[in-house]
């Protein structure tokens, strides 16, 4: 079994980040205030790989919900945000990187590229391989409803991935929230803590 499949023994886990006790992550970050609201859907599987990033972006940003499961009746249950409105979000879409012009590409939930983005209260990645990440897209037809947002980065992952376009969720979070917030500083902390806390101990 490789590094990026191997699971902690739950019995031996923290019980708030799922990692191993060794290398728990809890109070070892910084939390970040963001004014988008960010909502991680987690596929079940994903919760104790060792090389999983959705709970260290959660801990490091305040304005995050970490939802593990298959399927939500709609967005505002998901977000424990009864205001929310598909209009406002967006969800970090997976997209033929040959079809994106733009490092951050935005479009309308009926795939039109939007040159001049909306403006948005909260974005939803979603957390798992990318058969994982089909199937929560699928479960969840409200995402339909929601913009969407496609990275196109010329930048690879810290770790293997499937694909060569692919990043884990925390990578795509700080690219998209540096964007979004015009903050670089946001990616920079976001990049260095899975680095240090992430990365290095599972090599």
Same mark, same amino acid.
């Given at each position: 079994?490789?590094?990026?499949?191997?699971?902690?023994?739950?019995? /031996? %886990?923290?019980?708030?980040? =799922?990692? +191993? @006790?060794?290398?728990? *992550?809890?109070?070892?970050?910084?939390?970040?205030?963001?004014?988008?609201?960010?909502?991680?859907?987690?596929? +079940?599987?994903?919760?104790? @790989?060792?090389?999983?990033?959705?709970?260290? %972006?959660?801990?490091?940003?305040?304005?995050?919900?970490?939802? *593990?499961?298959?399927?939500?009746?709609?967005?505002?249950?998901? #977000?424990?945000? &009864? /205001?929310?409105?598909? #209009? $406002?979000?967006?969800?970090? =879409?997976?997209? &033929?990187?040959?079809?994106? !012009?733009?490092?951050? &590409?935005?479009?309308?939930?009926?795939?039109?590229?939007?040159?001049?983005?909306?403006?948005?209260?909260?974005?939803?990645?979603?957390?798992?391989?990318?058969?994982?990440?089909?199937?929560?897209?699928?479960?969840? !037809?409200?995402?339909?409803?929601?913009?969407?947002?496609?990275?196109?980065?010329?930048?690879? #992952?810290?770790?293997?991935?499937?694909?060569?376009?692919?990043?884990?969720?925390?990578? #795509?979070?700080? =690219?998209?929230?540096?964007?979004?917030?015009?903050?670089?500083? *946001?990616?920079?902390?976001?990049?260095?803590? =899975?680095? $240090?806390?992430?990365?290095?101990?599972?090599?």
């Amino acid at each position: 079994m490789d590094a990026q499949n191997k699971k902690t023994n739950s019995t /031996s %886990a923290c019980k708030n980040c =799922y990692r +191993p @006790k060794s290398q728990c *992550i809890c109070g070892l970050v910084i939390p970040l205030e963001t004014q988008t609201q960010v909502l991680i859907l987690q596929h +079940p599987q994903e919760k104790l @790989k060792r090389l999983n990033s959705a709970m260290l %972006a959660h801990l490091t940003l305040q304005n995050s919900i970490l939802k *593990i499961g298959l399927s939500w009746p709609n967005l505002k249950k998901a #977000s424990n945000n &009864n /205001s929310a409105i598909p #209009s $406002d979000w967006a969800v970090l =879409y997976l997209k &033929n990187n040959n079809e994106l !012009p733009q490092k951050i &590409n935005f479009f309308t939930r009926r795939e039109e590229f939007q040159l001049n983005p909306p403006s948005l209260k909260g974005i939803v990645i979603l957390d798992g391989s990318w058969k994982q990440a089909h199937a929560l897209w699928w479960r969840n !037809p409200w995402l339909s409803r929601l913009h969407r947002i496609a990275l196109n980065l010329s930048i690879g #992952s810290q770790r293997n991935q499937a694909k060569t376009s692919g990043l884990s969720t925390i990578e #795509s979070l700080a =690219y998209c929230l540096e964007h979004l917030e015009a903050n670089p500083d *946001i990616k920079n902390y976001l990049l260095e803590k =899975y680095t $240090d806390l992430i990365i290095k101990p599972n090599t």
